[in-house]
């Protein structure tokens, strides 16, 4: 079966770093374009940053940009969301979701046969 398992997350302070991982199992990652996405109490599902299949193009959201970088290793099934200069409003829990058939180079966010979503790895930054 497929599993996508994330990990990296946990509490660090104000101006900090986190390198978040996902590693997915029974799919050819290849094949798989990737996002990260976060949910904080009270609010929606915010998309983060996408990868293309072969790592050529990246998404960012206003957010986060220049302050987080994604990228993958699809010979070791993994994707990477390294987070930096963390602020307490990225304080969510972060998802990584693949999808095979995609319209761009994200994910789509509906319940599609072909899209896996992780568990998520809960991110806490204090101020």
């Known amino acids: 079966q497929v599993q996508l398992m994330e990990s990296g997350g946990g509490s660090v302070q104000s101006g900090g770093s986190l390198r978040l991982s996902c590693v997915a199992s029974?799919?050819?990652?290849?094949?798989?374009?990737i996002g990260w996405f976060r949910q904080a109490p009270g609010k929606g599902r915010e998309r983060v940053s996408c990868i293309s299949k072969d790592g050529g193009s990246t998404f960012y959201s206003d957010s986060v940009k220049g302050r987080f970088t994604i990228s993958r290793d699809n010979a070791r099934s993994t994707v990477f969301l390294q987070s930096n200069s963390l602020k307490p409003e990225d304080t969510a829990v972060y998802y990584c979701?693949?999808?095979?058939?995609?319209?761009?180079?994200?994910?789509?966010?509906?319940?599609?046969?072909?899209?896996?979503w992780g568990k998520g790895t809960p991110v806490t930054v204090s101020s």
């Open positions: 029974g799919i050819a990652l290849n094949y798989y374009v």
């Open positions: 979701v693949a999808d095979r058939m995609p319209p761009g180079i994200c994910p789509r966010t509906g319940d599609f046969e072909s899209v896996y």
